[in-house]
């Protein structure tokens, strides 16, 4: 395969794994974000609400599903430009320029703005994404198990709090 003909597929598949670097990023700074005192739901609230509610009720679950999602998002935009960017610029300057682009591009487009945004919309942002980040705990159910244990573990073993993410979510 040329140079030039990985160059297109590559750019689609990192803008696309922008995107759910952003979905990620604004939706732990949305559901993390809520009022205490949100109401917790009913038989008449909507299946969205319910949702939110039971990913609410996990909190280190929850936490663990969206950072392993956009680790793993992020390190494949990682790779791919790294791929790129060493099919265009002198061995030399690989690792360095793809660094920079890579960093520029997560941080403006996968955290700064979409958690800006996940703040800004709190409440409407949190009941959009309940459904589909329930959909990728339950994809990456293994490894969210795995992580929750081993971080649980080695956080207690430190002497650390292993329910540090309650705070933000307890429903008083």
Request: net charge negative.
């Amino acid at each position: 395969m040329s140079t030039y003909s990985i160059l297109g597929p590559s750019l689609v598949a990192v803008v696309l794994l922008l995107l759910l670097s952003a979905f990620f990023s604004s939706s732990e700074s949305a559901i993390f974000s809520l009022p205490d005192d949100m109401q917790p739901a009913t038989e008449d609230s909507t299946k969205d609400s319910r949702t939110l509610q039971q990913l609410r009720a996990n909190p280190h679950r929850l936490l663990v599903t969206l950072l392993v999602g956009n680790n793993l998002v992020n390190i494949a935009i990682t790779s791919i430009v790294t791929l790129l960017v060493a099919r265009f610029v002198p061995p030399g300057y690989t690792v360095v320029l793809a660094t920079l682009c890579v960093s520029v591009l997560v941080l403006v487009f996968g955290e700064i703005v979409p958690k800006s945004y996940g703040l800004g919309h709190a409440a409407s942002w949190s009941l959009r994404v309940a459904r589909p980040i329930s959909y990728v705990e339950r994809v990456l159910r293994p490894l969210v198990a795995l992580f929750d244990i081993v971080t649980r573990w080695l956080t207690s073993l430190i002497g650390g709090d292993q329910h540090i993410e309650k705070p933000y979510l307890d429903e008083d």
